[in-house]
């Protein structure tokens, strides 16, 4: 075995490497979620109720399935609506790029660019503008009148 060969065992060890820490990773977490189980079960079995936050990601997940399933269907009318202006910046641009110019040329690629540009440009001024709220000033309650 000559000293170069050596190097031909690098790209081996490292991808073996890779695996086993990936495993370890998976078995790590494996074991941290079968902990959690036990400790949710042995909590039930005592007669007390886990609370929510035991598991945090869960309801993480659940309420971000909420939150989507809320803005689908508000959104959906703006989507269509971007949609449709996309579809006609892009007819109209390939009217550019056949009709105006038949001979092609860099004219009818930047004619056909052009007004794709534009539809973008006016279906963004259908997008509804998300300012964040701006936190207000703590009111202070009223002084009472004075009695005297």
Do not use: C, N, W
């Amino acid at each position: 075995m000559e000293p170069h060969d050596i190097l031909y065992f690098i790209p081996i060890i490292s991808i073996l490497g890779v695996f086993t820490i990936a495993i370890t990773a998976m078995l790590s977490k494996m074991r941290m979620r079968e902990l959690k189980i036990r400790e949710r079960i042995a909590m039930i079995e005592k007669g007390l109720v886990p609370p929510p936050e035991v598991d945090p990601a869960g309801f993480d997940r659940a309420m971000g399935r909420y939150d989507r399933s809320e803005r689908r269907g508000r959104y959906a009318v703006g989507r269509h609506r971007r949609a449709g202006i996309m579809l006609i910046g892009v007819g109209l641009g390939l009217m550019v790029l056949r009709g105006a110019f038949p001979h092609g040329g860099p004219a009818s690629a930047g004619g056909f660019l052009a007004i794709l540009g534009l539809a973008f440009l006016i279906s963004s001024l259908f997008e509804p503008s998300y300012e964040s709220p701006r936190p207000q000033p703590p009111s202070t309650p009223p002084t009472p009148p004075s009695t005297e």
